[in-house]
Structures are given as structure tokens and as C-alpha cells.
């Protein structure tokens, strides 16, 4: 694994300020997304890491000031947020937040970054506006909104250079972030009911018998209908994983061990989900830590393999 300081040498990072504000975006998106973080420096060539951090950390700070709060806050603090990105950009270097100094500089060498950013920032106010979902179409809508830019801030990294190749690649991306969105709204199921909003539609619930007032109660006569709710909606999940299983053949060989990765970390995710069960209305669920070092391990290994064989 290459150190931290040649992975911004690779990239032309030169000047000591810039190289700063690159090291913060990384250790931001370290403590918002370990797993993904190690998932990153493991797998991904040196030379795409600063850039996929400061995506990363751009992601999660956008999430962070849409997230909580009652939705007109939400919703001003996302037009304020707008203003200044959007400025950042147009004016490279002149941002004061080291953040967007770092995603200034990093869509200067990734121009395709700006239109991704753009994307998600104009999907963003269905976040910041949202209270749960009335039915299956709404959620899907969301996922198209909001989760698929989200991912492509990060994914338009690395997706393949030909066009007809990138319009796959994009809809294969589209099946996994489906699929990571099911699992997240199951695993987080605790702490949204908390905030009084939860992922999985109302209409769906309905079909289970169920209402939003029921997932608050962590005992009683509807968990055996929330036991149904979760084995459905983690099949529906599961599917989708397997939908985009092909991903990676489209990326080029370099990129291929991460998104393999990838996938098979969100697949940890769901067997934890599965394993809580009804539990999720009390404990949210994560994958066990071991399991998945062993996972970015062996694919670390692997990957190292398959380079010495290509030389």
C-alpha cells in the first residue's frame, strides 16, 4: 500500500497548503466511513486517492448539513451550502474552506467531477426535504435524486472511458446504490425512527400490517410482521447485488478489485441485517469488523497477485 505522501506526489500535489487541505478531506472521510476509507487505500491505485477522499468527505459533509433538523432548516442550509460549492468551483483556489480548495483542485484534474457534483447538489433538496417515503415509486425516485449522484461522485472516478461502456456502467451503479440504500434504511432503522422518519415506504409496511408508530416499539404482536418486512426487503436487496455483479468487468483492471470489494462489503452488511432481524428496532446493525478484514484483506492479496503477474 502506498504511503499517503506519494499518492499526492503521483497526483501533482505539490503545494504544501494544498497538500493540507487533501489530508484533512482524507481523514474526514476516514472517520465518516472507515470501512470504505480502508476499502480505498487498499484497493484503489495511489494515484486516484486524494481525489476519491475529498469526494468522499464532500458527500458525507453535504449529507451532514441536510440530515437533521426540521426540513426548512434543512432545506436553507442546502441553498447556502449550493452557494458556496457552487462558487468554489467556478473560482479555483479562492474557496476559504480547505474542502472545497481540495474539490476545486480535484475537479480541475477530473473536469467530468464538476458536472457529478452539480447533479448532486440539484437532487440534494429531495434530502433535505425528506420524511419518509409514501410508497415504492417514491423511494425510487429518491434513489435517482439523490443516492445515484451521490455514488457517481465518487464512481465517475473510475468509470470506464468509453461512452457506451459508461451508460452500463452508470446504470450498474444505479442497481448497487438501490441495494446499499435498502440495507442502509434497514440497518439504520433505530435511529431514523428516533429522527421520526424511516426508509422503508409506508405502503410497503402496510402490506406487512404494519405502521411507522409500530417500528418504535421494540416488543409486542408485530414483530413477527417486521421479521417478514426485513426477510422481504433484504431479498429485494440481496437481488440487486447480484444484478450488478458484472460491475467491475467494466471498469478498467485496476479499478476492478475495489468494486469487487465493494460489493462483496455490502453483502457483509446484509447478512448482518438479516442476522438482527426484528432486533433492528432496538440495534441498528454492522458488519463484523473481523469479517471484513479479512474480506479487504484477501482481496488486497489477490489484487497484489494479479499486478506482479501483469508485469
Known amino acids: 500500500m502506498s504511503s499517503w ?7 501533482g500535489i505539490s503545494d504544501p497548503s494544498l497538500r493540507r487541505d487533501y489530508g484533512m478531506q482524507r481523514a474526514l472521510a476516514r472517520r465518516f466511513a472507515p470501512a470504505e476509507y480502508m476499502t480505498l487505500r487498499l484497493l484503489l491505485p495511489a494515484a486516484l486517492h486524494p481525489s476519491v477522499f475529498t469526494a468522499v468527505a464532500f458527500m458525507h459533509e453535504t449529507d451532514e448539513r441536510i ?3 426540521e426540513p426548512a432548516a434543512r432545506q436553507a442550509a442546502l441553498r447556502v451550502w449550493d452557494q458556496e460549492v457552487t462558487a468554489a468551483l467556478a473560482q479555483q483556489g479562492a474557496a476559504q474552506r480547505p474542502m472545497l480548495r481540495a474539490l476545486a483542485d480535484t475537479a480541475r484534474r477530473h473536469p467530468v467531477l464538476a458536472t457529478r457534483v452539480r447533479a448532486f447538489l440539484d437532487g440534494a433538496p429531495v434530502e433535505a426535504a425528506w ?11 429518491y ?3 439523490y443516492s445515484l449522484p451521490a455514488l457517481m461522485l465518487t464512481a465517475c472516478l473510475f468509470e470506464p472511458p468509453s461512452p457506451a461502456d459508461a451508460l452500463v456502467f452508470e446504470a450498474d451503479c444505479r442497481t448497487l446504490i438501490e441495494a446499499m440504500q435498502r440495507i442502509d434504511f434497514l440497518a439504520d432503522l ?3 425512527v428516533a429522527q421520526g422518519r424511516i426508509g422503508v415506504p409506508r405502503d410497503t409496511l402496510a402490506r406487512h ?6 417500528l418504535a416499539r421494540g416488543s409486542g404482536d408485530h414483530v413477527p ?10 431479498r429485494v436487496a440481496a437481488a440487486g447485488l447480484d444484478g450488478c455483479g458484472k460491475l467491475p468487468e467494466l471498469a478498467e483492471p485496476g479499478h476492478r478489485p475495489f468494486l469487487d470489494a465493494l460489493i462483496a462489503v455490502q453483502r457483509l452488511r446484509l447478512r448482518a441485517v438479516e442476522r438482527k432481524g426484528a432486533e433492528l428496532l432496538t440495534h441498528g446493525a454492522r458488519p463484523d469488523a473481523l469479517a471484513t478484514l479479512r474480506l479487504l484483506l484477501h482481496a488486497y492479496r489477490n489484487a497484489r497477485r494479479e499486478r506482479r503477474a501483469s508485469r
Request: proline share 2%.
Open 5 to 11: 505522501s506519494d499518492a499526492l506526489d503521483r497526483c
Open 67 to 69: 440530515d437533521s433538523g
Open 131 to 141: 420524511t419518509g417515503f409514501e410508497t415504492e415509486s417514491d423511494f425510487q425516485a
Open 143 to 145: 434513489v435517482d435524486s
Open 190 to 192: 433505530p435511529e431514523d
Open 209 to 214: 400490517g404494519l405502521k411507522t408508530e409500530d
Open 225 to 234: 410482521a417486521v421479521e417478514r418486512l426485513v426477510t422481504e426487503q433484504a
